[in-house]
């Protein structure tokens, strides 16, 4: 084995182990904290047809890797939607997207990742799953880097956006974001584009979160220029350096694998959609 593949794979194993956080510490609600319990290591959001509800990290972050185990609304949850993201503030904000769609029972979720680069989004893809995510909980994981960004479920990778500034196409780098969960009603779009409709009668929805783990640069303390600037060196923290900056051999084949088997939509592809394609699906 080579030197490089055993640097990779100390690093990987560094990487997976995370920064678990209590929740309490390092979130707060964002809105409807009715609808929001902790209890130990879990915490349940509510939805009902009075209210849904969020939380959000106390501060924001400038790449690393976030992480949480969640497990989805279980029976009928059409209608409904599940938020795991990473988000800036303001109308030019940068974004990364985990939304669970809600499905009748039997019919499998969809699980939505988007990415949004200075107020900019519409680069969706929906992949489907290989397990029930309303049986027990799996892991859904952010990585974020100076080269790109990688959405994993369970660590095997769904979607990668590489950074291609070089192309002209903008990359998120240089807005820390906050760490957000939330339980929301979405029936005008989230099943089947809005055809379906959420079933109050099978309310509360509930699902739970736990097992929060956070590694990367904070942007808190008083001077966040310097902080920023902290932050944004190439190679001075673990996740920048030079054998995480792409996927290494196994999790090219489990990303194939996945790309083969379990997308469904891909934004890139669409073309009723788009007359004129986003310049990255282009490269």
Known sequence: MSSSVIVFLILSMLLNTG????????????????????VGDQVTLTL???SGCGFKSKIKYLFGKASAQIKLVEGDS??????FYMSSEGANHDELDFEFLGNVSGEPYLVQTNVYVNGTGDREQRHSLWFDPTADFHTYSFFWNHHS???????????VFKNKEHKGIAY?????????????NADDWATQGGRVKTNWSHSPFVTTFRSFEIDACDLSGEDTIAAGAKCGKI??????????NGLEKSKKRQFK????KYLVYDYCKDTARFTQMPIECLH
């Open 19 to 38: 920064a678990s956080v209590n929740f309490t510490d390092v979130f707060e609600s964002s809105w409807a904290p009715d609808h929001i319990a902790v």
């Open 48 to 50: 009902d047809n009075a």
């Open 78 to 83: 059409a209608g409904t939607v599940i938020a």
């Open 149 to 159: 960004i990688i959405f994993s479920v369970d660590e095997i990778p769904i979607r």
């Open 172 to 184: 998120p780098k240089n807005q820390g974001m906050g760490i957000y969960g939330s339980l929301w």
């Open 235 to 244: 190679a001075h923290f673990l996740w920048d350096k030079p054998a995480m």
């Open 257 to 260: 694998m996945v790309q083969s």
